[in-house]
Nanobody
């Protein structure tokens, strides 16, 4: 059984920073890609950033490029999302996810339906 536990969310003013963490347990963390997705009130869940198993490949949604950085520490079974220059429109519940098996294309990495396991989510609120 794979378990993902997010932490690090909170309330921050616009322009501030937060670092989200997602601790994984239950299988070989380093073998599979990890992703961060978010869901704002009244909206569908969207891709934010993903990282390949080797950390050699990362993808970001356009609106967070240059502000967010995804990274992973396979020795600690943890993936991170460093969020800088936060904006009110970044307000959402943030989820981490993983899947069994690798992925090859950008379109496959960013598709939430390709991920098998999800955390419970952590709330990020950015005030203006």
């Amino acid at each position: 059984q794979v378990q993902l536990v997010e932490s690090g969310g909170g309330l921050v003013q616009a322009g501030g920073s937060l670092r989200l963490s997602c601790a994984a347990s239950g299988r070989t963390f380093s073998s599979y890609p990890m992703g961060w997705f978010r869901q704002a009130p009244g909206k569908e869940r969207d891709f934010v950033a993903v990282i390949s198993q080797s950390a050699g490949t990362t993808y970001y949604r356009d609106s967070v490029k240059g502000r967010f950085t995804i990274s992973r520490d396979n020795a600690k079974n943890t993936v991170y999302l460093q969020m800088n220059s936060l904006k009110p429109e970044d307000t959402a519940v943030y989820y981490c996810a993983t899947r069994q098996g690798g992925l090859s294309s950008r379109s496959s990495y960013v598709n939430q339906y390709n991920y098998d396991y999800w955390g419970q989510g952590t709330q990020v609120t950015v005030s203006s």
